[in-house]
């Protein structure tokens, strides 16, 4: 195995060299990358954090909620600090959230299909 490493290297070593600029083509190649991963996968992670934190700043009680572990309940008070919510999981039974917690706002609306 070891001749063949050695004979690796050296293949490799007698590669030509790269073409002259070839340092400013990496330069370019390596903004474009970037900048296909910011389009592709930060910028729209922003965008849909952004839109989350809308959701919470609207968060009132009296809305029927999903936290991020899967509960659903009615929240029954939101704390006027904006750190915790209290949801009603079942009739007498409140659990305390911080208000992160909160995935989704339902609503009572029921989708329907359209036919023709």
Do not use: C, W
């Not at 965008?47 to 809305?63: C, F, N, P, V, Y």
């Not at 008070?77 to 909160?102: L, W």
């Amino acid at each position: 195995m070891e001749p063949f490493v050695s004979q690796f290297v050296v293949s490799i070593a007698q590669a030509a060299p790269p073409p002259a600029g070839g340092g400013m083509m990496t330069i370019v190649m390596m903004l474009s990358l970037f900048g296909i991963m910011y389009f592709l996968m930060i910028r729209p992670q922003q965008k849909k954090q952004k839109e989350h934190q809308e959701m919470l700043k609207k968060l009132k009680a009296g809305d029927r909620i999903m936290t991020t572990s899967g509960i659903l309940g009615k929240v029954t008070y939101v704390d006027p600090e904006e750190k915790t919510v209290r949801v009603e999981v079942a009739p007498r039974v409140e659990i305390e959230f911080v208000r992160n917690a909160v995935a989704h706002i339902l609503t009572d609306q029921i989708p329907t299909l359209e036919t023709n």
